[in-house]
Structure formats: structure tokens, C-alpha cells
């Protein structure tokens, strides 16, 4: 399914930034929108 392959690469593109720039994690801010909706799934 094309949405699992796009959420796969959003993930791993995170976790390679993160690995790359030195930092553990990321700050999400959420406002109860669909993007916050939506960022929030791929939030552990």
C-alpha cells in the first residue's frame, strides 16, 4: 500500500536527520489541527 511506503520514508528520513544532526529527538508543537492530527501518528 503507497501509505505505508510513505510512512516509512517520512520515518526514516526523520530518524536519519536526527542520527545526522546530533540530537535525540524533535519538539512538535500541536494546535489540534489536521497537520498536528496527522504529525501526531508518527509520534511514539
Known amino acids: 500500500m ?3 511506503k ?3 520514508h ?3 528520513w526523520l530518524k536519519d536527520y536526527a542520527t ?3 540530537v535525540k529527538g524533535y519538539v512538535v508543537g500541536v ?3 489536521i ?3 496527522v ?6
Do not use: E, L
Open 31 to 33: 494546535s489540534g489541527g
Open 20 to 22: 545526522r544532526a546530533g
Open 2 to 4: 503507497k501509505v505505508d
Open 10 to 12: 517520512i520515518v526514516t
Open 6 to 8: 510513505v510512512t516509512d
Open 35 to 37: 497537520d498536528s492530527a
Open 39 to 44: 504529525t501526531s501518528t508518527y509520534v511514539p
